[in-house]
């Protein structure tokens, strides 16, 4: 069936440090992928999203790219700041009702 | 505009008790979803309505849930005699459709703690 790995956490990073969070998938067909963000004490927020191969999705200085030949939509961003201390869910929408599919979680920690 | 409401905040009940949680979407949104996120499971799909039509249930974790939405708007998860194992928090999710190209909109979630 179709599913989501992403790296576990937690990851410290210092401000202005790189980031990289690896997600794989595994799904059939053309599922549309996804970031999203939970900052502590809110809800599920969409970071970005890519819908076919090779798109970049991008904002807030993160960016994800849909890359088939790896089956991977790693998040990155070049330098971190403290508010964007969270955990992030890699996503993607091959569920059978049309639900997404998440990955674990992996939680941010931006130190200054 | 208002987003995905949820509603109590927190529920903390005794085992065996019944709860029912409450969705309001995102108005004129026809797709809802219910997921459950707990420690051990993460973030796990419960039930999809296209409008008031639940096409499948089988995402539910026991005959003790049941979910209804009416006027294709709000929609309640009720779990009836509850357990432990039903803590979690509960999320609801709405979508102008179907289509997997969506985004998903969540609400705040439901904190359901079972003593």
């Known amino acids: 069936g179709n599913s989501v790995t992403q790296m576990e956490g937690p990851v410290t990073l210092s401000e202005e440090a790189f980031l990289t969070i690896n997600c794989t998938y595994t799904?059939?067909?053309?599922?549309?992928l996804f970031w999203y963000v939970q900052y502590p004490g809110e809800g599920l927020q969409l970071l970005l999203k890519?819908?076919?191969?090779?798109d970049k999705g991008s904002n807030k200085g993160f960016e994800a790219t849909y890359r088939k030949e790896t089956t991977s939509f790693h998040l990155e961003k070049g330098s971190v700041q403290v508010s964007d201390s969270a955990v992030y869910f890699c996503?993607?929408?091959?569920?059978?009702?049309?639900?997404?599919?998440f990955g674990k979680g992996t939680k941010l920690s931006v130190k200054p | 505009g208002a987003g995905v409401s949820q509603s109590p905040s927190n529920k903390v009940t005794e085992k065996g008790k019944d709860v029912e949680l409450r969705c309001d979407p995102i108005?004129?949104?026809?797709?809802l979803y219910w997921y459950r996120q707990s420690l051990g499971q993460g973030l796990e799909f419960l039930i999809y309505?296209?409008?008031?039509?639940?096409?499948?249930k089988s995402g539910l974790p026991s005959d003790r849930f049941s979910a209804e939405r009416t006027g294709g708007s709000v929609s309640t998860l009720t779990i009836q005699r509850t357990q432990q194992e039903d803590s979690a928090v509960y999320l609801c999710?709405?979508?102008?459709?179907?289509?997997?190209?969506?985004?998903?909109?969540f609400g705040p979630g439901t904190r359901l703690t079972v003593l």
């Open positions: 309505f296209q409008g008031n039509s639940a096409p499948d």
């Open positions: 108005s004129g949104h026809t797709a």
């Open positions: 999710a709405s979508s102008p459709s179907g289509s997997q190209y969506n985004e998903q909109f």
């Open positions: 996503a993607l929408s091959g569920g059978s009702q049309g639900n997404l599919i």
């Open positions: 890519a819908t076919k191969a090779d």
């Open positions: 799904a059939t067909g053309y599922p549309s």
